[in-house]
């Protein structure tokens, strides 16, 4: 059974960072993308960010470049996301996803998803 499980959520205060893991198990994804979405209360789902089968390629939402770091350790089977100078609206749930292609991640279209970790930034 494929499980994506995030964790590395909390509370912090602006302008502080985490950094979020997730651990994939019950195969491989070593061969696919990886990425990270979040959701705000209220509000839909939205993409942060997403890298490549080898992390050759990273891409980006606007709102957090320059700020955010996405990588990935194939051995362990893990994608990070380092968040640095947080805001508070960067407050929501992340979400970990895995897909074919970042074009799919990116898309919303990755064949597994974690239940996701809360990150709270107080102001």
């Known amino acids: 059974q494929v499980q994506l499980v995030e964790s590395g959520g909390g509370l912090v205060q602006a302008g502080g960072s985490l950094k979020l893991s997730c651990a994939a198990s019950?195969?491989?994804?070593?061969?696919?993308?990886m990425g990270w979405f979040r959701q705000a209360p209220g509000k839909e789902r939205d993409f942060v960010a997403t890298?490549?089968?080898?992390?050759?390629?990273?891409y980006y939402a606007d709102s957090v470049k320059g700020r955010f770091t996405i990588s990935r350790d194939n051995a362990k089977n893990t994608v990070y996301l380092q968040m640095n100078s947080l805001k508070p609206e960067d407050t929501a749930v992340y979400y970990c996803?895995?897909?074919?292609?970042?074009?799919?991640?990116?898309?919303?279209?990755?064949?597994?998803w974690g239940q996701g970790t809360q990150v709270t930034v107080s102001s």
């Open positions: 996803t895995t897909g074919l292609a970042t074009s799919h991640v990116k898309a919303g279209r990755g064949d597994y």
């Open positions: 019950g195969r491989t994804f070593s061969s696919d993308a």
């Open positions: 890298i490549s089968w080898n992390g050759a390629s990273v």
